[in-house]
């Protein structure tokens, strides 16, 4: 009789009999008996022990990546090319970036041509290309995602259209310009801290190398002062600068930094000059340009040398902070910084109406917190 299948018949379960081919404790067999009364070396268990965690150890990367979802996006405002060329990038396999647009609401702005002449071109793109769901409100936007890029190329929608973000606890990225004026900015950031959601606003300028790296250039050295340029169409339902000099007005803050204490400004039909004068007595300006050949960048001086920045880097810089930002909640550009922006430029709107004369962005500033508690008296009412 084979000793083996004698050992594990019926009749044997309870009392195994023992076999010389399973009685080795050599590390390749052992007995039924030693088995079922724990009758087994110390050094036999710590060969089951790492052949266990062996086993964890290899499968557990298998399991990770199975189990690991992308983080959810949705995009509020799909009236801008901003929206198909983020979307190409986030949801590219190849980059790898944990990320997807997955959620889209349209919006749109009737009285703006180049919101509602492409508002419904891009939705299709989105579904078409991307295979993005296209939802009939915010709301319902915001239960299917994990983070929202708000892309309205209208910025006077901005804070009406986060509310309901910042009330789903949704971080959110306010493409540029962050509102329609000064005010709606500074609520914006209000609400976002009173409910503890991450929010941050950003022209694509600031993350291109060429730019961003100025600020710690070796040639450069310490920064005394920056001319920065940029294209400046006007949109007349914005403040002048909003629409479109924020690209370069960011390109200023991001080499100079914040700090500014005053502005003028200078306007003609084909030109926007901007004087900002900072606090440590530092001066940058900003040149908007509308005829003829424009372009991105700025001259910088420093205490090692006077140096042209680097051109525009594309949108990726950019995409790759916003994706950062998802993922670990950390926001990399200071609000005090983008309030200083969109002050500097409400402060130059004033300045225009003052025939160029000084105004203070605290000024501004004040003035639009003034306005802010006066409309919030007004809804608690």
């Not at 508002?119 to 915001?142: H, P």
């Not at 973000?165 to 306010?174: G, H």
């Not at 310009?177 to 976002?192: H, R, S, T």
């Not at 609000?335 to 409400?346: C, R, W």
Request: glycine share 8%; proline share 5%; hydrophobic share 40%.
């Amino acid at each position: 009789m084979n000793p083996v299948r004698n050992s594990i018949t019926s009749n044997n379960i309870m009392n195994p009999v023992k076999s010389p081919a399973l009685d080795r404790e050599d590390g390749r067999y052992l007995t039924f008996n030693r088995i079922q009364k724990g009758k087994i070396s110390n050094g036999v268990k710590r060969t089951i022990l790492l052949i266990v965690l062996l086993l964890v150890f290899l499968t557990l990367p298998f399991i990770t990546q199975a189990e690991a979802k992308d983080i959810r996006l949705g995009i509020i405002g799909l009236d801008t090319s901003h929206v198909i060329a983020f979307t190409r990038v986030i949801n590219d396999p190849a980059k790898k970036y944990g990320c997807k647009v997955v959620v889209g609401y349209s919006g749109g702005s009737p009285d703006i041509p180049s919101s509602a002449n492409r508002v419904d071109k891009f939705t299709k793109q989105l579904q078409d290309e991307f295979g993005v769901e296209i939802v009939d409100s915010i709301e319902e936007l915001c239960r299917k995602v994990d983070g929202v890029l708000l892309e309205s190329v209208d910025g006077r929608p901005h804070l009406e259209q986060v509310r309901p973000v910042i009330a789903a606890k949704k971080p959110v990225f306010i493409d540029k310009p962050m509102a329609g004026n000064l005010a709606d900015v500074l609520e914006i950031f209000q609400l976002a801290r009173e409910n503890n959601v991450h929010c941050w606003s950003s022209s694509s300028l600031r993350f291109s190398p060429g730019i961003i790296d100025m600020r710690k250039n070796s040639e450069v050295g310490i920064v005394l002062g920056c001319d920065a340029f940029s294209p400046c169409s006007l949109e007349e339902h914005h403040p002048d600068l909003y629409w479109y000099g924020v690209h370069g007005v960011e390109i200023l803050f991001t080499i100079m930094g914040p700090g500014c204490e005053s502005v003028r400004r200078i306007q003609t039909k084909d030109t926007e000059f901007v004087v900002g004068l900072w606090k440590d007595g530092r001066i940058g300006t900003y040149r908007g340009i509308r005829k003829e050949k424009s372009d991105y960048g700025a001259l910088v001086y420093g205490t090692k040398g006077i140096v042209q920045s680097g051109r525009y880097g594309g949108y990726e810089p950019l995409i790759v902070e916003i994706i950062r930002f998802f993922k670990t909640g950390q926001v990399p550009v200071p609000i005090e910084e983008t309030i200083e922006i969109f002050a500097f430029m409400s402060a130059a709107d004033e300045s225009k109406a003052k025939d160029g004369e000084p105004v203070l962005i605290s000024s501004v500033i004040d003035k639009a917190k003034r306005y802010n508690l006066l409309r919030r008296s007004k809804k608690d009412r």
